[in-house]
């Protein structure tokens, strides 16, 4: 019995430190029959996750998996957790990443390997782990936004801006899309007079504005030093959009009056392609600038 205890102890300690809990279901009653070191990742113990499911184990089937999922997981990776599932019921193991809770706690992401058990062919047990990978994702993010944004603004950088845009255009061909230049004007000469970190308030600034502006489902990046690039998706309205660009125009930042010019293309009636959308942006923002006019649409220069 000693060595029992000993070894359920030595179990628990190394279970806390990878930051694991087990868990184990019996598939033909429907019931979690074991649930250990949850603690450690959602904050209650296993004996309440194992009350609190209990009552599911009366369900039909189908009944069943959707309050486990519902108890368990988030929304968006029910999907994964269902395929998962199917695996098991055919006697296959499965490993897959989800958001996870329990017992009303946050939602933690979580790497989960299911193993079935099976009697006769017939899969009668799961047994499972569960492994904290929040770091990992945390890691992962931050890894992927330095790679995809602009390390001054927080704006998406030139590369991944296109490709982004790129994706959109493919994906919603039958939607109206806009592209959208934007120059501050005579910023050499801002930052001659007055110095790059005054330059770079207005930097700053105006990024800001531009992506308050827009919807979080347009696509917003910095494109060189001082241009700015915006692909408006599935608008109906030109009046609307009219209205949100003139507001960017002209800014006041500490004290200072930055003006800005503005070309814009349509997809896919001034081009179907990213170059072509570009290319006509970038001539209605060069007839911006020399007409003073600082709003110029493609359109309006045929």
């Not at 950088?157 to 230049?181: D, P």
Request: charged share 25%; net charge negative; hydrophobic share 40%.
């Amino acid at each position: 019995m000693d060595e029992i205890k000993q070894y359920k102890e030595r179990l628990q300690i190394a279970l806390k430190a990878a930051k694991i809990c087990i868990f184990e279901v019996d598939l033909l009653r429907q019931l979690y029959t074991f649930f250990e070191n949850a603690e450690v990742i959602f904050g209650i113990s296993g004996e309440k996750i194992l009350k609190d499911v209990r009552p599911y184990s009366q369900l039909d089937p189908e009944s069943y998996r959707l309050a486990v999922s519902e108890y368990f997981s988030h929304p968006d990776d029910m999907d994964v957790i269902e395929g998962a599932f199917r695996h098991v019921l055919s006697g296959i193991p499965a490993t897959y990443e989800a958001r996870m809770k329990a017992g009303g706690s946050e939602y933690v992401w979580c790497r989960v390997d299911v193993v079935p058990i099976l009697e006769n062919g017939k899969p009668v047990r799961m047994v499972g782990v569960i492994t904290d990978i929040r770091d990992i994702k945390e890691k992962t993010e931050r890894l992927k936004n330095a790679i995809h944004l602009d390390n001054f603004t927080g704006l998406y950088n030139k590369g991944h801006t296109i490709a982004l845009i790129n994706q959109v255009m493919e994906q919603r061909q039958h939607e109206k899309h806009a592209l959208v230049v934007l120059d501050i004007d005579n910023f050499k000469n801002f930052n001659d007079q007055y110095g790059h970190s005054e330059g770079d308030k207005i930097i700053l600034t105006v990024s800001q504005h531009i992506k308050k502006a827009f919807r979080k489902s347009d696509i917003v990046g910095r494109f060189g030093g001082d241009e700015f690039i915006v692909f408006v998706q599935d608008f109906a309205n030109t009046q609307w959009l009219r209205g949100k660009l003139i507001q960017l125009t002209r800014l006041e930042v500490d004290g200072y009056v930055c003006t800005n010019s503005i070309g814009v293309a349509f997809f896919p009636q001034d081009g179907a392609d990213f170059n072509v959308l570009f290319k006509n942006a970038d001539a209605a923002l060069y007839h911006a600038k020399i007409e003073k006019e600082r709003l110029i649409f493609f359109s309006e220069m045929q």
